[in-house]
């Protein structure tokens, strides 16, 4: 017995599977990113607090505020970059691993990656900004005080 159907509702039946894992590993990446970035955010929260006393000392003797600004967000950059490069090394020796015991293992191409590697170092400076900002609004007379 034959069904009737339009290309529309072929295409769609065909595509569902695609679909699904699409929504699933999109969502998955969703929440991984936010990982990522309130980790990142944490880390250089942290390492701003412990250094008040040294970002006072530097606005004291003239530093001007963006150095301070920029500094901390190069720092948020660098540990993107450091977290790709170990994550772009990791995945390939992984695949090669994998590729032993499971036939037909691709690696993606270079746009995707360079792709999600500009995702994450551009999550990683948004992440950096609030922790930068506080950076760069130390009260100078406070910071000198503290212990």
Same mark, same amino acid.
């Given at each position: 017995? @034959? $069904?009737?159907?339009?290309? @529309?509702?072929?295409?769609? +039946? ?12 999109? !969502? ?10 309130? #980790? ?13 006393? +040294?970002?006072?000392? &530097?606005?004291?003797? !003239?530093?001007? *505020?963006? $150095?301070?600004?920029? #500094?901390?967000? &190069? @720092? !948020? ?7 790709i490069a170990a994550g772009v090394v990791g995945g390939i ?12 293992? &691709?690696? *993606?191409?270079?746009? *995707?990656?360079?792709? /999600? /590697? ?12 609030? *922790? ?16």
């Amino acid at each position: 017995m @034959e $069904h009737a159907a339009t290309l @529309e509702d072929v295409r769609a +039946e065909v595509l569902a599977p695609d679909r699904l894992n699409a929504l699933v590993f999109g !969502g998955f990446a969703a929440v991984a990113l936010t990982i990522a970035i309130v #980790g990142v955010a944490g880390v250089l929260a942290f390492s701003v607090s412990a250094r008040t006393r +040294e970002f006072g000392i &530097r606005l004291a003797i !003239g530093s001007a *505020p963006r $150095h301070l600004l920029t #500094g901390v967000l &190069r @720092e !948020g950059a660098m540990i993107a970059v450091v977290g790709i490069a170990a994550g772009v090394v990791g995945g390939i020796m992984l695949t090669r691993i994998v590729d032993r015991y499971i036939q037909d293992i &691709r690696i *993606p191409g270079a746009l *995707p990656i360079a792709g /999600a /590697a500009l995702i994450l170092v551009a999550a990683a400076i948004l992440a950096s900004l609030l *922790p930068a900002a506080r950076a760069s609004r130390v009260d100078v007379t406070q910071a000198l005080r503290s212990d």
